[in-house]
């Protein structure tokens, strides 16, 4: 009698995805739904199908070196060697600065951490930025301004269930996050968007504004509480400065004039205002909509000027938040990867805060460079005189993802020399002169910060293939052959955590009490956190905000507008977003059949009187231009959308890539770009050689 097959043991993991980070089981590829707060059992379509990636035959399982024009396997050590010789030759010849690096969102937070140490210390380069400039950087910069510190949820997600009223903004998690959706049941929903998305449809008042009109919409909405005696003066008074300066704009934006510029009746303004006051127990809730715009800092700052009104944060069963897009975009711009950081979110051009991180890295403080070019900065310099001449990505896909991304894919060909460390060969690591195969969620362990600022263990499940190594060996091993002494940059995620732990104390992002151990043993800890024997703080600002006066800020705002506008030769306004299947730059969600089936190809979103004027029927190609290039898109008709709007999902290569429209007009503060909205026109595709 055969033998039985020994029992396969299941891992207790979270999902790859998005910053909910969904507790899951890994049994080989098995997924099985956790009962995790977050989620509470429950996946979206991605989760489900996340194992697939594990075994996809498009999986990178060798280093990648370009030999006459071609991608050719290569050796780990010829890789590796390669890549360190080149970036010593052209800083000798060119300066530290002239190489780049460009991280990501998804990394963990040992990742980021130590690809920030590596930039800074191996390199000596102030060139480093991430892709979660692209998503979380607006909401960052307002939640420091108002509150002294930047949690995107300052409480628990699970709180939201006794929510009676939900001020949502620019979100569309019924698509994005569906599990988060059961956390909003109970609320009375107010949604704010210009598409009718399924989100909208759950909402008990759907708020449709004009693109780029938020900031607006949020002034009528604060004018109207005001004026309707619904001011929470007591709070105002005990807990924030400043009201008394915004007042001076805010006066002047009845809600009838916010009407006239954003199509929002002054009615419905007065009943969201009315809605939010009446609710014992209130949230709102931002999100990229609101947020990637070019003055994206000032309309979440609109929004939270709301909530102080009504006496929403830093209350127990109230508050204000925002949600966090991937998966570590809230850690990952904790640790050091941003152009202006230190870990524990200390700023790098602090000289306190430079002498105690050096103190930590061995180094002296002046060793360490100053603040960097942001992410469109730093990639749009890439191959000009004072620009970066090499570049090292990891988990970022920017020929893709960036705005104007025509303009990137030529800039980042141009380079002398560029290396990509990622799983798959994503549109990035294909214009690569060094591949560096690397393994991914489920053969690696690492932790991740939610949207809720918890710190989650992902733990590996399973072995990776042959030929794949972490992010973290990779940067061990080429900072060894930087010159950089053994251990100074270790290959192991808990003595990466370890060393975070220490780097991080004290800082505003504090992780010194968190150890792999209490998180293996299910803590649920809530930055920051700074002492073993501390429980972690899943409720911030209920004492005090960070300010030095504990007093939370009025930011003075107004409305300014899109950076662009429609004129005769570009009519519509286009806008951005994601849908249910696909993920980021959609490398990975591609290659899985299941959702490419669903959603396999790059389509716009348009009104049928608005596709019947461009000649164009349903499902037709169309060429949808802007000043910055042009995309190919299936057309869909969608009766509820603004005839003046069309709308992209951002998850497509080549010729269906939305970014090739996309503004890269940058927030002042934030240095985020406008992706939400820019002029085009719509065309068929035959119209256009």
Known sequence: MPLAAPARTAVDTHCPYCALQCGMSLDGTRVTPRDFPVNAGGLCQKGWTSGELLTSPSRLTTPLIRV?????????????????RRLTEIRVASGADSVAVFGGGGLTNEKAYLLG????????TAQIDYNGRFCMSSAAAAGIKAFGADRGMPFPVTDLADADAVLLIGANPAETMPPFIQHLRGADLIVVDPRRTPTAELAGLHLAPAPGTDLALALGILHAVVADGLLDESYVDKRTNGFGELWRTVAAWWPERAEQVTGVS??????????????????????RGTEQHANGTAM??????????????????????????????????????????????????????????????????????GPGRSAVELLQALGTDDGPSALMVFGSNPVVSAPGAGNIQRKVSSLDFLVVSDLVLSETAALADVVLPVTQWAEEDGTMTNLEGRILLRRKAIDPPSGAKTDLYVLSELARRLGQPDGRFPDDAETVFTELRQASKGGVADYSGITYDRLRAGEALYWPVPAETHPGTPRMFLDAFAHPDGRARFVPVDHVGPAELPDAEFPLQATTGRVLQHYQSGAQTRLVKELNDVVGEAFVEVHPDTAAHAGLAEGDLAV????????????????????????????????????LL????????????????????????????
């Open 68 to 84: 006459d024009g071609e991608l050719r396997p290569a050796t780990w050590e010829q890789a590796l060697d390669l890549v360190a």
């Open 117 to 124: 140490k590596f930039a800074r210390v191996a390199l000596g």
């Open 266 to 287: 002054a009615a419905d303004q007065r009943r969201a205002a009315a809605k939010l006051a009446a609710a014992r127990n209130a949230y709102i809730l931002t999100a």
């Open 300 to 369: 979440v700052n609109s929004w939270i000027n709301l909530a102080l009104a009504l006496g929403l944060p830093g209350r127990e069963g109230s508050g204000f938040g925002c949600l966090t897009g991937q998966g570590n975009g809230q850690g990952g711009r904790e640790h050091g990867q941003k152009a202006d950081q230190l870990p524990g979110y200390r700023k790098i051009d602090d000289s306190a805060a430079r002498e105690y991180v050096a103190g930590v890295w061995g180094v002296p403080p002046e060793s360490l460079p």
């Open 624 to 659: 949808v231009r802007s000043r910055r290039g042009k995309t190919l898109a299936r057309v869909r008709y969608v009766p509820s959308l603004r005839p003046d709007l069309v709308f992209l999902p951002f998850h497509f290569p080549g010729e269906g890539r939305a970014n």
């Open 662 to 689: 996309t503004n890269p007009a940058l927030d002042p503060t934030s240095r985020m770009p406008e992706f939400k909205v820019c002029a085009v026109a719509l065309t068929p595709a035959e119209v256009v050689a």
